[in-house]
């Protein structure tokens, strides 16, 4: 017995290993559908499919109603494959339910069960039908009575045999479901014979029923009713999941009803759902089980109203969850199968080996859709089913079990041939050879049977587990596998390595933007084994091929530091070293922290303004991993040069800080904001600046400056100041006042000056004693009110002319272009005109060329030199005094003559010759001055060279 199982169960391992030759059951790839076939087919032969794969190939039975088809008996049916052809289909003998068996050496499978039916249509039996008689206004059906038949049916109506067919509308409707014509209202044009054309797609045919004669009584017009339901849907219909419902509903009525639908439970319909025209048929496409419920259908007109009512009933075919799986399994081991399945009503289960029902017994335990056998032996082996069924359909699904029995084998898997661990580390030796029953395993290393123990463990499947692993468990190890069926063995070596140890680590570090560090990761290995260092940050590792501009990996073979030179805020996280080595890995994780700066604030706003204060608020940017210690705050100004700081309350903004007062701002000016943090690293960048916004208007409170004044004409005084600057007039309407007041008296005189730029106010009055003192005082206004004014300043009046001229006046020539004019000091008092100096005119009476000019001294001077004038002219001259108000009169002319010239003109490239040497004097010329202003020249040699030596000398 025990050879015959090795024969049947090794046979599967010694066959090829291409799919299509792989021993298996049947496995169905197509399966038989419920077909109808029409009566009046041309086709003669009906083919049910089914085809099934498995090797050995399949052979193929079918059964009708349960009963098997004897396929070699009779010319009727015939396999075309494993398909079932029926050629000639009877209705009687044919009709019912078919199912595909396909079988081999594993066993048989039940294909789906497929009905075969026949569509077919008679004619109506064409005895007279009734005349139907009803009054105007009143409704009417016209019944239909559709002759024998199978297959769905579709019911249209002609019209005193019109082609056309009666077309519906809210008046008329034709029921698919009877076939039956409604006409909600007669009307005279209605009379007429009316016949019922029934279609069966199916069977390919259409008839035509006897006419029904419609004619109007003579008694009357029918006069208005209520709506009467005539045409309405089953109180329950039954719909599959995924399926599309109809529910029908028309009436009669006088006037003719309008038809609404609505769910009975109060939610509203969904969009899905579609209406005819006239609303007589409401469909509900793709149906699901949310679809269920009671539904309404409402007839009203202006008599009344009527509903009916009905239930959709929403049914689902059954559908897998969870099917069986091919098992195979060792002799004496247990099964259990579990299948699921959905469906509404629930489905049931049963189960099926080799296509025969099974039943629980001693052994096997079925219950619903579960199969239990706890102990397997060789007679278990075959192709289960599992079958889930409801009234609407039933689903199979399909196993193979396989019993399995042989020796212990390790050639499809051997234990490893060569195990490396370092010390102090795990291993586990895979011992799994294929054996059934199940093979005892014991151990060998070398020669000695191994011990087991705390380090030494036997797993379940018959691996070696070891642990905390020394130099001494290096050797060869043995599985040794039996059963009943034999004894296998297979060997493998174990080595055993130095531990890689990260010696010097990195440890968590602090440092500031800019800085350059190295992050130390060295370790101690296996000489035998390579090490390979990674390094990442913040969980993505760092490539340093790409040639990243900070990081930078340094040291040699077992030395993996890495250096991030100048650091920035971006490189604060994780850094991880992971040291690898084909057995283990370590790693060493450290936190950088980078400070920084901080971050510009954020939010910058003024929440509110007057005329000298902000109030600002702000948030804070990042601290860059250093609190902040202190904000400031600065403004600027179209009046400023770039950002200034500003004072505020509180005056030391700390960290915490985040809303301050702005003061000592200028009224009615336009400022913006900006916050600026800083840290115990530095000073970061500024925020944004806020929106620029003007301080309120305020009363002017800077006073004009060098306030001065004086000169003009006679009877004015003249008062001048340095204007105040735009940014310090603190509003709109911005202008001068003015303030004097004669030395002395108590009264003052006040006017506004309006133009802002305005630097000068001149009052004029007769009755101002020249030269008379004011005190003066200029303050400022705009249209908040006025401001400050300035100190007193004394300022003089303007003055008269001086009245007396320069007495004594002299001239004197000093040279041909010079003269000097001289002249006596006047002696002035405020009645005759103050004097602040002295103007000299002269000329020339010459009326071919007229010469005129003046000059001015100041002071008490009583001479002055009048230069570049021309030789041996004669020029006049007068002299007068000035003071702010003008000049005054001249005194009389005098006159004067300005010297002869001295030039003496030596004629270029005069050339003496005396004893045969020649002198030359070229381009030279000497202004001379001699007795009786004459220029001599001589022929003699001797005499003109004393001539021109005198001349050069004298």
């Known amino acids: 017995m025990v050879l015959l199982w090795k024969l049947i169960i090794l046979l599967p391992f010694t066959s090829c290993s291409t799919e299509e030759e792989t021993l298996h059951g049947p496995i169905f790839i197509q399966e038989p559908y419920d077909i109808t076939y029409s009566m009046g087919s041309v086709n003669p032969e009906v083919l049910l499919n089914c085809t099934a794969k498995g090797y050995p ?142 279609t069966n ?202 019993v399995i029995a042989a020796a212990p084998d390790f050639s499809k898997n051997p234990v490893k041939k060569t195990s490396i661990v370092q010390v102090g580390g795990e291993v586990t030796i895979g011992c799994r050879p294929s054996a059934s029953p199940r093979a005892a395993i014991d151990w060998r290393k070398g020669p000695e049977v191994l011990r087991l123990n705390k380090r030494a463990l036997l797993l379940e499947d018959g691996s070696l587990r070891l642990y905390n692993i020394t130099k001494s468990d290096a050797g060869v190890y043995t599985c040794i596998a039996t059963n009943q069926f034999g004894v296998a063995r297979n060997s493998g070596n174990l080595i055993v390595k130095e531990r890689t140890v990260i010696t010097i ?90 400070r920084g700066p901080p971050g510009p604030p954020e939010d910058v706003r003024v929440e509110h303004i007057s005329s000298t204060t902000a109030v600002l608020s702000w948030k804070s940017g990042k601290d860059n991993n250093s609190p902040v210690q202190i904000y400031s705050i600065q403004t600027r100004t179209p009046f400023s040069v770039g950002w200034q700081a500003v004072s505020t309350v509180p005056e030391v903004l700390n960290g915490r800080t985040h809303k301050a007062t702005v003061v000592d701002l200028s009224p009615w000016v336009e400022y913006e904001f900006r916050v600026v943090a800083r840290n115990s690293v530095g000073t970061g960048e500024p925020s944004k600046p806020s929106a620029l916004l003007k301080t309120k208007a305020a009363v002017p409170t800077v006073a004009p400056t060098n306030v001065s004044g004086g000169g003009g004409s006679r009877s004015e005084l003249v008062i001048t100041w340095e204007p105040v600057p735009e940014e310090l007039q603190n509003g709109e309407g911005f202008g001068y006042i003015i303030m004097f007041r004669p030395l002395g008296s108590t009264t003052w005189t006040k006017a506004a000056v309006a133009p802002i730029e305005a630097s000068k106010y001149v009052y004029r009055n007769e009755s101002i004693t020249p030269l008379s003192p004011f ?67 002269y000329w020339t009476d010459d009326p071919k060329e007229s010469t005129a000019g003046k000059v001015r001294v100041n002071g008490n001077v009583t001479a002055k030199n009048i230069t570049g004038l021309k030789a041996n002219t004669v020029y006049f001259a007068t002299v007068r005094a000035y003071n702010t108000a003008g000049t005054g009169p001249s005194s009389a002319p005098v006159n004067v003559t300005t010297k002869k010239s001295p030039l003496a003109t030596v004629r270029k490239d005069l050339l003496f010759r005396c004893s045969s040497v020649p002198l030359a004097f070229r381009k030279f010329q000497k202004r001379v001055t001699v007795n009786y202003g004459k220029v001599f020249h001589r022929s003699n040699c001797r005499l003109g060279l004393w001539l021109l030596l005198f001349i050069f000398f004298f």
């Open 57 to 198: 190939l399949p052979s193929y039975r079918w059964k009708q109603n349960g009963t098997d088809i004897d396929l070699t008996m009779s010319y009727h049916y015939r396999l075309v494959g494993g398909s079932l052809a029926i050629n000639n289909p009877r209705k009687k003998q044919d009709i019912g339910t078919y199912q595909c068996l396909a079988t081999n050496s594993f066993g048989t499978i039940l294909s789906r069960k497929a009905k075969l039916q026949f569509a077919y249509l008679e004619n109506f039996e064409m005895k007279t039908r009734s005349t139907v008689s009803v009054r105007e206004g009143q409704g009417v059906v016209l019944l239909c009575g559709p002759p024998p038949h199978h297959g769905g049916l579709s019911f249209a109506w002609t019209f005193n045999n019109n082609t056309l067919y009666v077309q519906e509308d809210r008046r008329r409707f034709v029921s698919q479901e009877t076939g039956n014509l409604y006409i909600a209202k007669v009307e005279p044009w209605d009379v007429g014979n009316y016949t019922c054309v029934v």
């Open 775 to 841: 005190e003066v005082k200029v303050g400022v206004y705009n249209n908040e009110g006025e401001g400050t004014l300035s100190s007193i300043s004394i300022v003089y009046a303007g003055e008269d002319e001086p009245q007396i001229a320069p007495a004594g006046t002299s001239a004197l020539s000093i040279s041909a272009a010079e003269v000097e004019v001289s002249w006596q000091p006047v002696a002035w008092n405020r009645h005759t005109g103050r004097v602040l100096g002295y103007e000299v005119l």
């Open 505 to 594: 680590a990195p440890s968590n570090m602090d440092v500031t933007v800019g800085e350059s560090i190295v992050l130390p990761c060295q370790v101690s290995h296996d000489p035998s084994i390579a090490v390979a260092f990674t390094w990442s940050f913040s969980g993505n590792q760092i490539d340093f091929k790409r040639g990243m501009p900070h990081f930078e990996r340094i040291g040699g073979e077992s030395v993996g530091d890495l250096m991030i030179r100048n650091i920035q805020l971006h490189h604060s996280g994780k850094y991880v070293c992971m040291v690898q080595t084909t057995l283990d890995s370590q790693s060493t994780a450290v936190d950088i922290i980078v």
């Open 201 to 402: 797609s199916k069977a390919g045919r259409s008839v035509q029923g006897p006419p029904t004669p419609l004619t109007l009584r003579s008694d009357g017009v029918m006069g208005e009713y209520e709506p009467k339901i005539e045409a309405r849907f089953p109180e329950t219909t039954y719909a599959a999941k995924g399926s599309s419902a109809k529910l029908e509903c028309f009436a009669l009525g006088n006037p003719v009803p309008s038809i609404s639908w609505r769910r009975s439970d109060g939610n509203s319909l969904t969009k899905k759902i579609k209406h005819d025209k006239n609303k007589g048929v409401l469909e509900i496409p793709d149906v699901q089980q949310e679809d269920g419920g009671s539904y309404e259908c409402i007839a009203e007109n202006i008599r009344g109203r009527n509903i009916a009512r009905g239930q959709l009933f929403v049914y689902a075919l059954p559908e897998w969850d969870k099917k069986i799986e091919n098992a195979f399994l060792s002799l004496y081991d247990s099964l259990f199968w579990e299948c699921k399945a959905k469906g509404k009503p629930t489905p049931s289960y049963s189960w099926l080996k080799n296509g025969q029902p099974l039943m629980s017994e001693e052994r096997i335990q079925v219950e619903n859709g579960t199969l239990i056998i706890p102990m397997l032996n060789m007679s278990d082996s075959g192709l289960y089913q599992c079958v889930a069924e409801n009234k609407y359909d039933t689903i199979y699904a399909s196993a193979e079990l396989r």
